[in-house]
Nanobody, 128 residues
Framework: QLQLVESGGGLVQPGGSLRLSCAAS????????IGWFRQAPGKEREGVGCENANDGSTYYADSLKGRFTISRDNAKNMVYLQMDSLKPEDTAVYYC?????????????????????WGQGTLVTVSS
């Protein structure tokens, strides 16, 4: 069974950091592009970033550049989203997504729209 499971969400104070994890099972992540996106209460989905498997290039939403970082550990079949300098407006459910087309290249931060495999999400709340 192909599955993505996010973890690491929780309550964090403004200015704090959090690292989200996304574990893949049933397939190997190393040849697939991965993306993160989020959905805040009452708002539409918003792309966070995308990382390509073939060259490791990453793209981020302009508003998140310098604060959010995507990485992966292929040996553990995991992807991560490091979030720093968090703001209340970062409060949302965060999702990871993975492609089903090996080594397909995306040149934008919102590649999640084209990725077929999504996790169930993990809630991040930024509040004092």
């Amino acid at each position: 069974q192909l599955q993505l499971v996010e973890s690491g969400g929780g309550l964090v104070q403004p200015g704090g950091s959090l690292r989200l994890s996304c574990a893949a099972s049933g397939f190997n992540l190393d040849v697939y592009a991965i993306g993160w996106f989020r959905q805040a209460p009452g708002k539409e989905r918003e792309g966070v970033g995308c990382e390509n498997a073939n060259d490791g290039s990453t793209y981020y939403a302009d508003s998140l550049k310098g604060r959010f970082t995507i990485s992966r550990d292929n040996a553990k079949n995991m992807v991560y989203l490091q979030m720093d300098s968090l703001k209340p407006e970062d409060t949302a459910v965060y999702y990871c997504a993975a492609d089903s087309k090996p080594l397909y290249y995306y040149n934008g931060y919102d590649c999640y729209r084209y990725l077929e495999r999504w996790g169930q999400g993990t809630l991040v709340t930024v509040s004092s």
